[in-house]
Protein backbone atom coordinates (compact mmCIF):
# COMPACT_ATOMS: atom_id res chain seq x y z
CA UNK A 1 0.00 0.00 0.00
CA UNK A 2 1.29 3.81 -0.98
CA UNK A 3 2.15 5.57 2.13
CA UNK A 4 -0.92 7.71 3.41
CA UNK A 5 -0.80 11.37 2.27
CA UNK A 6 0.08 13.33 5.45
CA UNK A 7 -2.21 16.34 6.02
CA UNK A 8 -2.20 19.11 8.73
CA UNK A 9 -5.34 20.73 9.38
CA UNK A 10 -5.07 24.28 10.58
CA UNK A 11 -8.63 25.91 12.14
CA UNK A 12 -9.35 27.47 15.10
CA UNK A 13 -12.83 25.65 15.33
CA UNK A 14 -11.39 22.48 17.45
CA UNK A 15 -14.91 20.52 16.64
CA UNK A 16 -14.02 21.46 13.01
CA UNK A 17 -10.40 20.25 12.82
CA UNK A 18 -11.18 17.17 15.20
CA UNK A 19 -14.03 15.57 13.47
CA UNK A 20 -12.34 16.36 9.99
CA UNK A 21 -9.32 14.87 11.26
CA UNK A 22 -11.43 11.62 12.28
CA UNK A 23 -13.27 11.52 8.40
CA UNK A 24 -9.92 12.23 6.64
CA UNK A 25 -8.31 9.42 9.35
CA UNK A 26 -10.95 6.65 8.44
CA UNK A 27 -10.30 7.43 4.56
CA UNK A 28 -6.84 6.51 4.90
CA UNK A 29 -4.95 9.92 5.40
CA UNK A 30 -2.82 10.62 8.05
CA UNK A 31 -3.81 13.43 9.98
CA UNK A 32 -2.29 16.21 12.19
CA UNK A 33 -3.80 18.74 13.32
CA UNK A 34 -3.34 22.95 14.49
CA UNK A 35 -5.28 25.19 16.26
CA UNK A 36 -3.38 28.25 14.73
CA UNK A 37 -0.67 29.59 12.59
CA UNK A 38 1.53 29.70 15.11
CA UNK A 39 0.91 25.52 16.40
CA UNK A 40 1.30 24.48 12.68
CA UNK A 41 4.27 25.59 12.34
CA UNK A 42 5.53 23.73 15.12
CA UNK A 43 4.19 20.83 14.27
CA UNK A 44 5.47 21.26 10.22
CA UNK A 45 8.94 22.03 12.03
CA UNK A 46 8.48 18.25 13.81
CA UNK A 47 7.75 16.96 11.13
CA UNK A 48 6.86 17.87 7.06
CA UNK A 49 2.81 17.45 5.53
CA UNK A 50 2.28 16.70 2.01
CA UNK A 51 -1.16 19.17 1.83
CA UNK A 52 -1.83 21.74 4.33
CA UNK A 53 -5.41 22.37 4.62
CA UNK A 54 -5.49 26.26 6.11
CA UNK A 55 -8.61 28.53 7.90
CA UNK A 56 -8.08 32.39 6.99
CA UNK A 57 -9.85 33.84 9.68
CA UNK A 58 -8.41 32.45 12.96
CA UNK A 59 -7.32 34.34 15.85
CA UNK A 60 -3.58 35.23 16.20
CA UNK A 61 -1.88 33.96 12.88
CA UNK A 62 -4.39 34.41 10.74
CA UNK A 63 -4.52 31.85 7.25
CA UNK A 64 -2.82 34.99 4.96
CA UNK A 65 -0.24 35.69 7.34
CA UNK A 66 0.91 32.31 8.06
CA UNK A 67 1.00 31.23 4.49
CA UNK A 68 3.98 32.56 3.27
CA UNK A 69 5.34 31.44 6.68
CA UNK A 70 4.78 27.93 6.41
CA UNK A 71 5.54 27.38 2.60
CA UNK A 72 8.93 28.40 4.08
CA UNK A 73 8.45 26.23 7.26
CA UNK A 74 7.74 23.12 4.58
CA UNK A 75 7.85 23.96 0.99
CA UNK A 76 7.30 20.70 0.15
CA UNK A 77 4.05 20.93 1.33
CA UNK A 78 0.59 22.21 -0.77
CA UNK A 79 -1.66 24.40 0.91
CA UNK A 80 -5.42 24.18 0.41
CA UNK A 81 -7.10 26.97 1.83
CA UNK A 82 -10.71 26.32 3.34
CA UNK A 83 -12.63 29.23 4.80
CA UNK A 84 -16.05 30.53 5.64
CA UNK A 85 -15.25 33.95 4.52
CA UNK A 86 -15.76 34.02 0.42
CA UNK A 87 -13.80 36.54 -0.91
CA UNK A 88 -12.55 37.48 -4.09
CA UNK A 89 -9.68 39.47 -2.96
CA UNK A 90 -9.09 37.29 0.05
CA UNK A 91 -8.55 34.13 -2.31
CA UNK A 92 -6.28 36.04 -5.38
CA UNK A 93 -4.04 37.34 -2.67
CA UNK A 94 -3.75 33.76 -0.93
CA UNK A 95 -3.53 32.09 -4.45
CA UNK A 96 -0.85 34.80 -5.62
CA UNK A 97 1.03 33.75 -2.44
CA UNK A 98 1.12 30.35 -3.37
CA UNK A 99 -1.65 28.34 -2.10
CA UNK A 100 -2.87 25.55 -4.36
CA UNK A 101 -6.81 26.01 -4.44
CA UNK A 102 -9.58 27.95 -1.83
CA UNK A 103 -12.34 25.99 -0.96
CA UNK A 104 -15.51 27.93 0.56
CA UNK A 105 -17.29 26.39 3.89
CA UNK A 106 -19.18 24.45 4.41
CA UNK A 107 -17.53 22.02 2.11
CA UNK A 108 -19.00 18.22 1.60
CA UNK A 109 -16.35 15.96 2.92
CA UNK A 110 -16.04 14.01 -0.35
CA UNK A 111 -15.32 17.71 -2.01
CA UNK A 112 -12.64 18.39 0.14
CA UNK A 113 -10.97 15.02 -0.14
CA UNK A 114 -11.23 14.94 -3.93
CA UNK A 115 -9.40 18.86 -3.86
CA UNK A 116 -6.69 17.07 -1.47
CA UNK A 117 -5.96 14.22 -3.57
CA UNK A 118 -5.76 16.42 -6.49
CA UNK A 119 -3.80 19.39 -5.37
CA UNK A 120 -1.50 16.04 -3.74
CA UNK A 121 -1.47 14.43 -7.49
CA UNK A 122 -0.62 17.63 -9.02
CA UNK A 123 2.35 17.94 -6.98
CA UNK A 124 3.82 14.38 -7.38
CA UNK A 125 3.92 14.94 -10.75
CA UNK A 126 5.36 18.33 -11.08
CA UNK A 127 8.00 17.32 -8.09
CA UNK A 128 8.65 13.72 -9.21
CA UNK A 129 11.22 12.23 -5.80
CA UNK B 1 -20.67 89.52 -9.46
CA UNK B 2 -23.56 87.63 -8.74
CA UNK B 3 -24.93 87.08 -12.28
CA UNK B 4 -21.75 86.00 -13.14
CA UNK B 5 -22.03 83.23 -10.52
CA UNK B 6 -25.42 82.13 -11.11
CA UNK B 7 -24.65 81.33 -14.83
CA UNK B 8 -23.54 78.15 -13.86
CA UNK B 9 -26.06 76.41 -11.63
CA UNK B 10 -24.84 75.14 -8.51
CA UNK B 11 -23.83 71.91 -8.52
CA UNK B 12 -24.73 70.09 -5.19
CA UNK B 13 -22.99 66.73 -3.90
CA UNK B 14 -23.59 63.73 -6.34
CA UNK B 15 -24.14 66.05 -9.40
CA UNK B 16 -27.18 67.76 -8.31
CA UNK B 17 -27.82 70.91 -9.88
CA UNK B 18 -29.55 73.70 -8.35
CA UNK B 19 -32.19 75.40 -10.84
CA UNK B 20 -30.28 78.49 -11.89
CA UNK B 21 -31.33 81.44 -9.95
CA UNK B 22 -29.93 84.04 -12.99
CA UNK B 23 -31.21 87.15 -13.78
CA UNK B 24 -33.80 86.69 -11.11
CA UNK B 25 -31.11 87.18 -8.47
CA UNK B 26 -30.20 90.47 -9.92
CA UNK B 27 -33.72 91.87 -11.72
CA UNK B 28 -35.75 91.47 -8.59
CA UNK B 29 -33.40 93.99 -6.63
CA UNK B 30 -31.82 96.00 -9.63
CA UNK B 31 -35.47 96.82 -10.21
CA UNK B 32 -37.37 97.01 -6.81
CA UNK B 33 -34.36 99.85 -6.41
CA UNK B 34 -35.23 100.95 -10.11
CA UNK B 35 -39.13 101.41 -9.13
CA UNK B 36 -38.10 103.45 -5.82
CA UNK B 37 -35.47 105.45 -7.92
CA UNK B 38 -38.03 105.90 -10.72
CA UNK B 39 -40.77 107.53 -8.64
CA UNK B 40 -38.45 109.78 -6.45
CA UNK B 41 -36.64 111.03 -9.52
CA UNK B 42 -38.53 111.51 -12.33
CA UNK B 43 -41.60 114.05 -13.16
CA UNK B 44 -44.92 112.79 -11.81
CA UNK B 45 -46.70 111.33 -14.73
CA UNK B 46 -43.59 109.25 -15.86
CA UNK B 47 -42.68 108.16 -12.54
CA UNK B 48 -45.91 105.91 -12.14
CA UNK B 49 -45.67 104.15 -15.48
CA UNK B 50 -42.17 103.49 -14.53
CA UNK B 51 -42.44 102.20 -11.28
CA UNK B 52 -45.32 99.91 -12.49
CA UNK B 53 -43.23 98.65 -15.35
CA UNK B 54 -40.62 98.16 -12.58
CA UNK B 55 -42.37 96.87 -10.13
CA UNK B 56 -44.71 94.14 -12.25
CA UNK B 57 -40.76 92.54 -13.64
CA UNK B 58 -39.59 92.54 -9.87
CA UNK B 59 -42.40 91.37 -8.64
CA UNK B 60 -42.44 88.57 -11.90
CA UNK B 61 -38.64 87.69 -10.73
CA UNK B 62 -39.27 87.63 -7.03
CA UNK B 63 -41.70 84.80 -7.78
CA UNK B 64 -39.96 82.74 -10.19
CA UNK B 65 -36.88 83.19 -7.56
CA UNK B 66 -39.18 81.76 -4.73
CA UNK B 67 -40.37 78.89 -7.10
CA UNK B 68 -36.81 77.85 -8.04
CA UNK B 69 -36.05 78.07 -4.62
CA UNK B 70 -38.65 76.12 -3.30
CA UNK B 71 -37.83 73.42 -6.11
CA UNK B 72 -34.26 73.44 -5.37
CA UNK B 73 -34.83 72.48 -1.65
CA UNK B 74 -37.27 69.65 -2.64
CA UNK B 75 -34.82 68.22 -4.51
CA UNK B 76 -32.09 68.51 -1.97
CA UNK B 77 -34.00 67.20 0.52
CA UNK B 78 -35.23 64.13 -2.35
CA UNK B 79 -31.46 63.58 -2.70
CA UNK B 80 -31.04 63.51 1.08
CA UNK B 81 -33.61 60.56 1.56
CA UNK B 82 -32.33 58.81 -1.20
CA UNK B 83 -28.81 58.88 -0.15
CA UNK B 84 -29.56 57.62 3.32
CA UNK B 85 -31.50 54.84 1.91
CA UNK B 86 -28.96 54.15 -0.10
CA UNK B 87 -27.03 54.14 2.87
CA UNK B 88 -29.26 51.95 4.69
CA UNK B 89 -28.92 49.59 1.71
CA UNK B 90 -25.28 49.56 2.22
CA UNK B 91 -25.09 48.92 5.54
CA UNK B 92 -28.00 45.96 5.46
CA UNK B 93 -25.65 44.64 2.86
CA UNK B 94 -22.60 44.53 4.45
CA UNK B 95 -24.75 42.80 7.70
CA UNK B 96 -26.03 40.19 5.48
CA UNK B 97 -22.43 38.93 3.87
CA UNK B 98 -21.65 39.50 7.50
CA UNK B 99 -23.67 36.63 8.32
CA UNK B 100 -23.45 34.65 5.71
CA UNK B 101 -19.76 34.48 6.99
CA UNK B 102 -20.28 33.83 10.21
CA UNK B 103 -23.27 30.82 9.60
CA UNK B 104 -20.73 29.45 7.20
CA UNK B 105 -18.98 28.58 10.11
CA UNK B 106 -21.27 26.31 12.11
CA UNK B 107 -22.76 24.76 8.84
CA UNK B 108 -19.13 23.71 7.91
CA UNK B 109 -19.36 21.70 11.29
CA UNK B 110 -22.70 20.31 10.36
CA UNK B 111 -21.60 19.31 7.26
CA UNK B 112 -18.99 17.18 8.45
CA UNK B 113 -21.09 15.76 11.72
CA UNK B 114 -23.48 14.71 9.28
CA UNK B 115 -21.17 13.19 6.61
CA UNK B 116 -19.38 10.81 9.67
CA UNK B 117 -22.75 10.12 11.17
CA UNK B 118 -24.07 8.76 7.45
CA UNK B 119 -20.85 7.37 7.30
CA UNK B 120 -20.61 4.98 10.76
CA UNK B 121 -24.76 4.33 10.41
CA UNK B 122 -24.29 3.36 6.44
CA UNK B 123 -23.94 -0.47 7.53
CA UNK B 124 -25.08 -0.76 10.85
CA UNK B 125 -24.57 -4.27 11.22
CA UNK B 126 -21.05 -3.73 12.16
CA UNK B 127 -21.92 -1.16 14.43
CA UNK B 128 -18.89 -1.61 16.97
CA UNK B 129 -19.56 0.42 20.36
CA UNK B 130 -17.01 3.05 19.44
CA UNK B 131 -19.15 4.03 16.39
CA UNK B 132 -22.09 3.41 17.99
CA UNK B 133 -21.00 6.75 20.56
CA UNK B 134 -19.43 8.50 18.11
CA UNK B 135 -22.10 8.68 15.67
CA UNK B 136 -24.42 9.82 19.14
CA UNK B 137 -21.92 12.55 19.63
CA UNK B 138 -22.10 13.47 16.13
CA UNK B 139 -25.66 13.90 16.24
CA UNK B 140 -25.52 15.93 19.70
CA UNK B 141 -22.83 17.91 17.92
CA UNK B 142 -25.25 18.37 15.12
CA UNK B 143 -28.39 19.38 17.65
CA UNK B 144 -25.58 22.29 19.13
CA UNK B 145 -24.23 23.76 15.84
CA UNK B 146 -27.60 24.21 14.34
CA UNK B 147 -29.00 25.87 17.37
CA UNK B 148 -25.75 28.03 16.98
CA UNK B 149 -27.32 29.09 14.02
CA UNK B 150 -30.57 29.85 15.30
CA UNK B 151 -28.58 32.22 17.79
CA UNK B 152 -27.10 33.83 15.54
CA UNK B 153 -30.23 34.59 13.21
CA UNK B 154 -32.55 35.49 16.16
CA UNK B 155 -29.84 38.05 17.41
CA UNK B 156 -29.66 39.16 14.04
CA UNK B 157 -33.88 39.25 13.52
CA UNK B 158 -33.96 41.28 16.80
CA UNK B 159 -31.00 43.51 14.84
CA UNK B 160 -33.09 44.35 12.25
CA UNK B 161 -36.77 44.25 13.28
CA UNK B 162 -38.27 47.39 12.76
CA UNK B 163 -40.25 47.32 16.17
CA UNK B 164 -41.67 50.07 17.35
CA UNK B 165 -40.68 50.24 21.35
CA UNK B 166 -43.72 50.03 23.49
CA UNK B 167 -43.29 52.68 26.40
CA UNK B 168 -44.60 51.46 29.77
CA UNK B 169 -43.74 53.03 33.52
CA UNK B 170 -41.79 50.92 35.30
CA UNK B 171 -39.46 51.20 38.16
CA UNK B 172 -35.98 51.27 37.23
CA UNK B 173 -34.59 49.04 39.77
CA UNK B 174 -37.10 46.76 39.37
CA UNK B 175 -35.80 45.90 35.58
CA UNK B 176 -32.52 46.06 36.44
CA UNK B 177 -32.88 43.28 39.43
CA UNK B 178 -35.02 41.10 37.22
CA UNK B 179 -31.64 40.34 35.38
CA UNK B 180 -29.49 40.49 38.24
CA UNK B 181 -31.54 37.87 39.73
CA UNK B 182 -31.01 35.79 36.03
CA UNK B 183 -27.28 35.82 36.38
CA UNK B 184 -26.92 36.02 40.19
CA UNK B 185 -26.39 32.37 40.08
CA UNK B 186 -24.16 31.89 37.53
CA UNK B 187 -21.94 34.72 39.15
CA UNK B 188 -22.06 32.94 42.47
CA UNK B 189 -20.54 29.87 40.57
CA UNK B 190 -18.09 31.28 39.37
CA UNK B 191 -16.99 33.17 42.18
CA UNK B 192 -17.68 36.98 40.91
CA UNK B 193 -20.04 39.08 43.17
CA UNK B 194 -22.80 41.15 42.33
CA UNK B 195 -22.73 44.73 44.00
CA UNK B 196 -25.60 47.59 44.34
CA UNK B 197 -25.24 51.26 44.33
CA UNK B 198 -28.61 52.13 43.36
CA UNK B 199 -29.51 56.33 43.26
CA UNK B 200 -32.41 56.96 46.32
CA UNK B 201 -35.95 57.91 45.26
CA UNK B 202 -35.43 57.30 41.20
CA UNK B 203 -38.85 58.45 39.46
CA UNK B 204 -40.06 55.75 37.11
CA UNK B 205 -39.14 55.59 33.72
CA UNK B 206 -41.39 55.46 30.79
CA UNK B 207 -39.36 52.95 28.41
CA UNK B 208 -39.87 49.83 26.98
CA UNK B 209 -39.23 47.46 29.16
CA UNK B 210 -38.73 43.84 27.71
CA UNK B 211 -36.06 45.95 25.43
CA UNK B 212 -34.49 47.26 28.14
CA UNK B 213 -33.90 44.13 30.09
CA UNK B 214 -32.20 42.64 27.27
CA UNK B 215 -30.20 45.58 26.89
CA UNK B 216 -29.19 44.91 30.80
CA UNK B 217 -29.19 41.31 30.47
CA UNK B 218 -26.51 41.59 27.83
CA UNK B 219 -23.97 44.02 29.88
CA UNK B 220 -24.61 41.57 32.62
CA UNK B 221 -23.46 38.81 30.70
CA UNK B 222 -20.33 40.50 28.93
CA UNK B 223 -19.45 41.64 32.57
CA UNK B 224 -19.49 38.15 33.97
CA UNK B 225 -17.74 36.88 30.92
CA UNK B 226 -15.17 39.25 31.52
CA UNK B 227 -14.67 39.03 35.42
CA UNK B 228 -12.44 36.12 37.10
CA UNK B 229 -13.51 34.73 39.87
CA UNK B 230 -13.45 36.95 43.50
CA UNK B 231 -14.18 40.08 41.03
CA UNK B 232 -17.20 42.37 41.66
CA UNK B 233 -19.93 43.60 39.11
CA UNK B 234 -21.28 46.41 40.71
CA UNK B 235 -24.64 48.05 39.29
CA UNK B 236 -25.42 51.11 39.49
CA UNK B 237 -28.33 53.99 39.45
CA UNK B 238 -27.96 57.92 38.59
CA UNK B 239 -30.07 61.03 37.94
CA UNK B 240 -28.71 63.95 36.43
CA UNK B 241 -30.30 66.47 34.06
CA UNK B 242 -34.12 65.28 33.08
CA UNK B 243 -31.50 61.67 32.67
CA UNK B 244 -31.20 58.61 34.05
CA UNK B 245 -28.11 56.26 33.63
CA UNK B 246 -27.97 52.84 34.43
CA UNK B 247 -23.90 51.02 34.60
CA UNK B 248 -22.93 47.96 34.53
CA UNK B 249 -19.21 47.97 36.20
CA UNK B 250 -16.88 45.08 36.52
CA UNK B 251 -13.42 44.36 37.39
CA UNK B 252 -12.68 42.21 34.49
CA UNK B 253 -10.12 42.27 32.06
CA UNK B 254 -11.02 45.80 30.43
CA UNK B 255 -11.31 46.70 26.71
CA UNK B 256 -7.89 47.14 24.95
CA UNK B 257 -7.68 50.67 23.54
CA UNK B 258 -7.66 49.17 19.89
CA UNK B 259 -10.61 46.94 20.21
CA UNK B 260 -12.66 50.09 21.82
CA UNK B 261 -13.84 51.20 18.90
CA UNK B 262 -14.98 47.73 17.34
CA UNK B 263 -17.27 46.23 20.64
CA UNK B 264 -20.29 48.06 19.22
CA UNK B 265 -19.62 46.71 15.74
CA UNK B 266 -22.00 43.93 14.69
CA UNK B 267 -19.68 40.57 14.62
CA UNK B 268 -17.13 41.78 16.67
CA UNK B 269 -16.07 39.43 19.42
CA UNK B 270 -12.84 38.39 21.01
CA UNK B 271 -14.78 35.51 22.24
CA UNK B 272 -13.59 31.55 21.09
CA UNK B 273 -15.78 30.71 18.18
CA UNK B 274 -19.33 29.37 19.22
CA UNK B 275 -18.55 31.17 22.39
CA UNK B 276 -19.29 34.78 21.41
CA UNK B 277 -21.34 35.81 18.68
CA UNK B 278 -20.32 39.82 18.81
CA UNK B 279 -24.00 40.76 18.21
CA UNK B 280 -24.88 41.40 22.37
CA UNK B 281 -23.67 45.08 22.16
CA UNK B 282 -24.46 46.38 18.30
CA UNK B 283 -27.79 44.80 19.40
CA UNK B 284 -27.98 46.78 22.56
CA UNK B 285 -26.75 49.93 20.74
CA UNK B 286 -29.65 49.75 18.50
CA UNK B 287 -31.93 49.25 21.26
CA UNK B 288 -31.15 52.19 23.11
CA UNK B 289 -30.55 54.39 20.10
CA UNK B 290 -34.51 53.38 19.63
CA UNK B 291 -35.58 54.22 23.50
CA UNK B 292 -34.02 57.31 22.85
CA UNK B 293 -30.93 57.21 24.93
CA UNK B 294 -27.24 56.65 24.64
CA UNK B 295 -24.93 53.34 25.33
CA UNK B 296 -20.78 54.42 25.94
CA UNK B 297 -18.11 51.88 27.46
CA UNK B 298 -14.77 53.40 29.18
CA UNK B 299 -12.60 50.87 30.30
CA UNK B 300 -9.20 50.47 31.65
CA UNK B 301 -7.30 47.10 31.00
CA UNK B 302 -6.99 44.51 33.05
CA UNK B 303 -8.76 46.77 35.52
CA UNK B 304 -12.17 46.03 34.43
CA UNK B 305 -14.77 48.14 32.53
CA UNK B 306 -18.16 49.90 33.03
CA UNK B 307 -20.93 50.63 30.56
CA UNK B 308 -23.48 52.89 30.68
CA UNK B 309 -26.76 53.22 29.62
CA UNK B 310 -28.78 56.86 29.93
CA UNK B 311 -32.11 57.01 28.81
CA UNK B 312 -34.44 60.78 29.04
CA UNK B 313 -36.47 60.70 32.01
N1 LIG C 1 -17.50 43.93 30.30
C1 LIG C 1 -16.60 43.72 29.33
N2 LIG C 1 -15.28 43.61 29.64
C2 LIG C 1 -14.36 43.39 28.66
N3 LIG C 1 -14.66 43.26 27.35
C3 LIG C 1 -15.93 43.35 26.98
C4 LIG C 1 -16.98 43.57 27.94
N4 LIG C 1 -18.16 43.64 27.26
C5 LIG C 1 -17.86 43.44 25.96
N5 LIG C 1 -16.54 43.27 25.78
C6 LIG C 1 -15.84 43.05 24.51
O1 LIG C 1 -16.71 43.37 23.44
C7 LIG C 1 -16.86 42.26 22.56
C8 LIG C 1 -18.22 42.28 21.93
O2 LIG C 1 -19.23 42.04 22.89
P1 LIG C 1 -20.65 41.54 22.40
O3 LIG C 1 -21.11 42.44 21.29
O4 LIG C 1 -21.54 41.40 23.56
O5 LIG C 1 -20.35 40.13 21.72
P2 LIG C 1 -19.86 38.77 22.43
O6 LIG C 1 -20.15 38.88 23.89
O7 LIG C 1 -20.68 37.73 21.77
O8 LIG C 1 -18.40 38.67 22.13
C9 LIG C 1 -16.55 41.05 23.42
O9 LIG C 1 -16.13 39.94 22.68
C10 LIG C 1 -15.45 41.59 24.33
O10 LIG C 1 -14.21 41.60 23.68
MG1 LIG D 1 -21.94 39.49 24.65
Same mark, same amino acid.
Given at each position: MADPIRVCIVDDEERFRDTLAKLLSRHGFSVRTAGGGQEALELLAQAPSDVIVLDV?????SGEQALPLLRAACPEAEVLVLTGHASVDIASAMIAGGAADYLLKPCPTEELEGAIRAVYDRRQATRPR | MNAKNSTKPEAGPEGFAFPPLWPHTVLAPGLAGAAVLATLLTPPAVDVALALVAGAICIGSALTLARRIRRGEGELREMDLRLLHSQKLAAIGELSSGIAHEINNPLAIITQELDLAREITA?????SDEDLSDARDSLREIAKQVDRCRQITHKLLNFARKMEPVLQEEALEQVIEDMALLVEKEAQGRGVAIARDYAPDLPHVRTDVPLLRQVILNLLTNALHATPPGGTITLLTRRADGQVSIAVRDTGCGIAPENMEKI????? #? #???PGKGTGLGLSVSHGIVARLGGSLAATSRPGQGATFTVTLPL
Open positions: KMPGL | DCQGLFDPFF #T #TKE
